[in-house]
């Protein structure tokens, strides 16, 4: 079975400064690696994905995340942090077969102070 | 080109109380699944479907029913809603394969009174 753990449900960064929100995942077969972002009363959008190839993968916004197999991790990061980036963040995990059905990590709120 | 359509945005029911949710994409993808979404826990999967005719259950299928007649629609039934059903419902679909990722829809904020 697949799990995701994301390390700190509130992370709060000032603008200007490093973001980095932290995804660990287990599965037993080569895992496809998923971030998604949800603005307040909206659905979810995919920031970035990790299926097979280079383990830095760049997403929409100036967000990026490096595929660890060895620390089976999957960590997001930005450089500088932007107002417009307070939202929730989820990390998914999926097999990559059949349905790809994803399993989520219980998301992490993002908060930027000006 | 709409993308994932889920109708209504709002609902409130009372306890035993029955619905529809609906849920429409016109990308002509294949798989397509529900999942709600509660404080704290992330989204979970109730149920999914891999194509027309096909379903299966998801992680939390209990009190929920679905059935997939075309490629565009997969409906959520609720039999007899419950207080644990209040929740925020998310609709999404996608290619099979490739790991492109879901799309999803805007969400139903359902309340069970």
């Not at chain 1, 980095?20 to 659905?43: D, E, I, K, M, T």
């Not at chain 1, 990026?64 to 620390?71: G, N, Y």
């Not at chain 1, 991790?73 to 097999?95: G, I, R």
Request: aromatic residues 10%.
């Amino acid at each position: 079975a697949q799990s995701v753990t994301q390390l700190g449900s509130h992370v709060s960064v000032s603008e200007g400064a490093l973001v980095l929100l932290r995804c660990n995942y287990s599965s037993s077969v080569p895992p496809y690696l998923f971030w998604y972002v949800q603005y307040p009363n909206q659905g979810l959008q995919l920031l970035l994905k990790y299926t097979t190839g280079a383990t830095l993968v760049k997403g929409i916004n100036g967000f990026e995340a490096e595929f660890k197999k060895s620390e089976t991790s999957f960590h997001l990061t930005k450089p500088s942090a932007h107002m417009s980036d307070a939202a929730e963040y989820f990390c998914a995990v999926s097999d990559g077969q059949g349905a790809q059905k994803l399993v989520f990590g219980q998301g992490t709120r993002l908060t930027i102070n000006p | 080109n709409a993308g994932v359509t889920q109708t209504p945005k709002f609902q409130v029911l009372k306890t035993g109380q029955s619905m529809t949710l609906q849920c429409a994409q016109d990308m002509n993808h294949e798989y397509m699944s529900w999942y709600r979404q509660d404080p704290g826990m992330g989204l979970r999967l109730i149920h999914y479907s891999v194509g027309a005719g096909i379903t299966d259950q998801g992680e939390v299928p209990n009190g929920y029913n679905v059935s997939r007649s075309t490629t565009e629609d997969f409906p959520l039934r609720l039999l007899s809603a419950a207080p644990s059903q209040t929740s925020v419902y998310f609709c999404a679909s996608s290619h099979p394969g490739g790991g492109g990722g879901y799309t999803f829809g805007s969400g139903t904020r359902l309340t069970v009174v």
